[in-house]
């Protein structure tokens, strides 16, 4: 039936598409009679799935990476929808329209998507309004005596502004972490992502070190820490991932996210003339998958499996998702899965795994 649907989507502008969706969705969810009756078809509820992870409970451990919910717009239709948590973000002190339109491609060949949206968001001050608004709803149906719905978590995805310099990059990461920590259960510092000017350079050990070394001062100094962890890009060099990971033991991360996407378009299907045509951006998908494992793999062997890893990268399909995990990931994210799979991505994984 998706596929059907999908066929229609897919021959309208990606962005705008993602946002009718993500809209007929919440209107579905605006009712009660409508959440449940979404839950009832997507959620997958077996204590099996459970996972604890860095001093979180996960009712399952497929999450939805970052930039698909980036103002916490979503959250209680993704709950719907099942997912074990959701990433909301890159989230930037100031709002930013992001780079100029088209700047979301689908390769539908490769089961892929090219993005170029460049950090666009709603600003600190509105996403931590949606997040405040999302636990007082929760917070009410706890404290009722008979509840059915499922529990999300939710990290808080954080980068910095276009504008600011990487020598005050740590500046803007310090005022998510602070404004955002009462409401985020985890916290994911993006340095990784290809479609900010020079935001890379910041994965640089000296560069993190000064960005993780202050969030964990702020961090350690509350009467409960949260989880803080690093996103990574996939085309980094054994010895870039060796200092990260020598980094992430010097600062305590609580984890890794592996993968961002890749500037690569190696073996592609989808032909050089359409990749030209496109232009600059992260590569996600399929195409993907085999360097992310093999990423979260040497991530896991270097660390001895002490450091949780979040696999991010290709996963469609619970053999997709049970690769990751053996590699040594401990949760994973789904997001261009999510695309070209459908809404019932979730529940399939999960009935699988």
């Not at 604890?52 to 009712?59: A, E, H, P, R, Y």
């Not at 910041?202 to 350690?220: G, M, T």
């Not at 509350?222 to 200092?243: F, G, V």
Request: include cysteine; glycine fraction near 8%; proline fraction near 4%.
């Amino acid at each position: 039936m998706y596929s059907l649907i999908r066929d229609i989507l897919f021959k309208f502008d990606t962005e705008a598409v993602h946002h009718f969706s993500m809209n007929q969705l919440k209107l579905v969810c605006s009712t009660k009679i409508g959440k449940q009756l979404v839950s009832t078809n997507f959620f997958v509820k077996n204590p099996a799935l459970k996972k604890d992870v860095f001093g979180l409970t996960f009712s399952n451990p497929i999450g939805l990476g970052a930039g698909f919910d980036k103002n916490a717009l979503y959250l209680n239709e993704l709950e719907a929808l099942g997912f074990g948590f959701v990433e909301v973000g890159t989230v930037t002190p100031k709002a930013q329209a992001g780079n100029d339109k088209p700047r979301l491609f689908r390769l539908p060949k490769d089961k892929a998507l090219i993005n170029r949206m460049g950090f666009n968001n709603d600003g600190v001050d509105v996403v931590k309004r949606r997040l405040t608004d999302w636990n007082n709803r929760k917070s009410k149906i706890e404290n009722r005596i008979v509840t059915n719905e499922p529990k999300l978590i939710v990290g808080g995805n954080i980068g910095k502004n276009k504008v600011t310099t990487n020598e005050d990059a740590w500046k803007d990461y310090e005022i998510c972490f602070k404004e955002l920590f009462d409401y985020a259960d985890y916290f994911v510092v993006n340095v990784s992502s290809p479609n900010t000017p020079g935001l890379r350079e910041l994965q640089e050990k000296a560069s993190l070190q000064k960005i993780l070394s202050q969030l964990q001062n702020i961090n350690q100094g509350k009467a409960k820490p949260k989880p803080l962890l690093l996103k990574i890009a996939p085309d980094l060099t054994t010895e870039q991932l060796d200092n990260i990971v020598e980094l992430a033991f010097e600062v305590n991360l609580a984890g890794l996210v592996a993968t961002n996407t890749t500037i690569s378009r190696e073996n592609l299907i989808t032909s050089s003339s359409e990749i030209t045509a496109i232009g600059a951006g992260g590569l996600s998908g399929k195409p993907v998958i085999n360097k992310s494992t093999e990423v979260v793999s040497y991530l896991h062997q270097q660390t001895e499996g002490k450091i949780p890893i979040i696999a991010s990268g290709g996963i469609f399909t619970g053999a997709d998702a049970k690769e990751k995990l053996n590699a040594g990931a401990s949760l994973v994210q789904v997001w261009t899965g999510f695309v070209y799979e459908g809404p019932g991505i979730v529940k399939k994984i999960c009935k699988e795994l």
